[in-house]
């Protein structure tokens, strides 16, 4: 039971990271859009982002396979990708 307990919690999402900020840098209309990682123990998981301004949001979801994403990432992307596998680490 404990084995299986253990496997299953390595598949789970063990650490969040998130950063706001402003995609066209003048800061107008505060930090609405963000940058979030969701992993695993193994790295896996997704990137959710969102671009806000004034006349329309758009949403993204990157696949992430140990620590990397096929996908290019942003700057905002890549900073909560290596924050969250540097806490990672530190679990392990």
């Known amino acids: 039971y404990l084995r299986t307990v ?8 063990r650490e969040v990271e998130m950063k706001r900020f402003s995609p066209f840098g ?10 979030s990682s969701f992993l695993n123990e193994e790295g896996d998981g997704v990137i959710l982002s969102s671009l806000y301004s004034r006349d ?8 992430v396979k140990h620590f990397t994403s ?3 990432l942003s700057n905002e992307e890549e900073a ?5 596998k540097k806490k990672i680490e530190t679990l392990l």
């Open 6 to 13: 253990e496997r299953r919690l390595k598949k789970s999402v």
């Open 70 to 72: 096929s996908h290019k």
């Open 26 to 35: 003048s800061g107008e209309g505060g930090d609405q859009s963000f940058a």
């Open 56 to 63: 329309r949001v758009s949403v993204f979801a990157k696949p």
């Open 80 to 84: 909560v990708l290596a924050e969250n």
